[in-house]
Structures are given as structure tokens and as C-alpha cells.
């Protein structure tokens, strides 16, 4: 859990360790929509890491940038992808680069995870 604090994330410390609960604790698979980059999902994945059960992790972001005054980004989908790197969860999660609601997106969704349950 101490990880979960250095992540970069427009969410307070309180949000983040209640993903990181519900996530270890929770029944199903993760789906995320607009993680921008990362810190919900660094948090969902280290909680899903250590609940011991097979959690599946899909976390969708349309990407583009963001002039944020705490924490820009010129290509939120690639800092995206180091942030789980750098926190080495990169591997334990499904990145789905497009708009959530598009039909691809949406099928791709679908593939992964159904017929199984998303409990978060």
C-alpha cells in the first residue's frame, strides 16, 4: 500500500486507497474508464495483485493532452503507460487507447472480459 501514496494522481490519498480495497477485496474484474495517467489504476492493480484471486484489469483512456497546473501531460496515454511501468504494473493491465463509448472500444471490452463478471 505504501506505493500507493507516490503515485501521480489527480485523486486524494483516500480515493486511492478505496480502489485499492475494493480492488483486493471485490469479486470480478476491473473495468476503468479515464484513468488519465495512472494513479486510479496503479491503485486497482496492486489491490487486485494481492487479493490472490485472477482479476482481469481493462482501463480505457481516449488520450491527447492536458494543461493541468499539478500534473500536465503533452500524451496522457503514453505517460499513462510509464506510470504503470514505472510502478511494475504495466503487465497486469489492459490498455484500451480510444473513446469508451466507441463500437470498437466497446467490443474489445466485451472480449476480454464476458462472459465474467466486472465487480469494479
Given at each position: 500500500?505504501?506505493?500507493?501514496?507516490?503515485?501521480?494522481?489527480?485523486?486524494?490519498?483516500?480515493?486511492?486507497?478505496l480502489?485499492?480495497?475494493?480492488?483486493?477485496?471485490?469479486?470480478?474484474?476491473?473495468?476503468?474508464?479515464?484513468?488519465?495517467?495512472?494513479?486510479?489504476t496503479?491503485?486497482?492493480?496492486?489491490?487486485?495483485?494481492?487479493?490472490?484471486?485472477?482479476?482481469?484489469?481493462i482501463?480505457?483512456?481516449?488520450?491527447?493532452?492536458?494543461?493541468?497546473?499539478?500534473?500536465?501531460?503533452?500524451?496522457?496515454?503514453?505517460?499513462?503507460?510509464?506510470?504503470?511501468?514505472?510502478?511494475?504494473?504495466?503487465?497486469?493491465?489492459?490498455?484500451?487507447?480510444?473513446?469508451?463509448?466507441?463500437?470498437?472500444?466497446?467490443?474489445?471490452?466485451?472480449?476480454?472480459?464476458?462472459?465474467?463478471?466486472?465487480?469494479?
Open positions: 500500500m505504501e506505493k500507493i501514496g507516490r503515485a501521480a494522481s489527480m485523486l486524494h490519498l483516500d480515493v486511492l486507497l480502489i485499492y480495497h475494493f480492488a483486493k477485496f471485490g469479486t470480478g474484474n476491473i473495468l476503468e474508464i479515464g484513468p488519465y495517467i495512472g494513479g486510479s496503479i491503485a486497482a492493480a496492486i489491490g487486485a495483485r494481492e487479493s490472490g484471486s485472477a482479476k482481469k484489469i482501463s480505457i483512456e481516449i488520450g491527447g493532452r492536458l494543461k493541468h497546473f499539478r500534473i500536465p501531460s503533452r500524451n496522457i496515454f503514453k505517460d499513462l503507460k510509464k506510470n504503470l511501468a514505472r510502478f511494475g504494473v504495466l503487465e497486469d493491465v489492459t490498455l484500451i487507447n480510444g473513446p469508451s463509448f466507441d463500437t470498437a472500444t466497446t467490443s474489445a471490452v466485451t472480449a476480454i472480459c464476458c462472459p465474467t463478471i466486472v465487480g469494479l
